[in-house]
């Protein structure tokens, strides 16, 4: 479930999401800024695979 979602600054594609995924909160930063916007996608079930190791962006460090 979505905890909170933010537009990630200098980007026009990319959202900071939370995301509970039951054993802990990860930070997953999505392409999906142009489709949706941040406030609609709190509280929200999302289907997400955790087996990717951690990537470093120019956005963020994701843990998701």
């Not at 406030?39 to 990537?55: D, M, Q, Y």
Request: hydrophobic share 40%; no cysteine; net charge positive.
């Amino acid at each position: 479930q979505i905890k909170s979602a933010e537009r990630v600054a200098g980007a026009n594609k990319l959202l900071k999401l939370m995301v509970d995924i039951g054993t802990e909160v990860r930070q997953i930063v999505a392409g999906i800024a142009e489709v949706y916007q941040p406030e609609s996608l709190v509280g929200r079930k999302v289907v997400s695979s955790s087996t990717f190791s951690p990537a470093s962006s120019a956005a963020s460090s994701p843990t998701g």
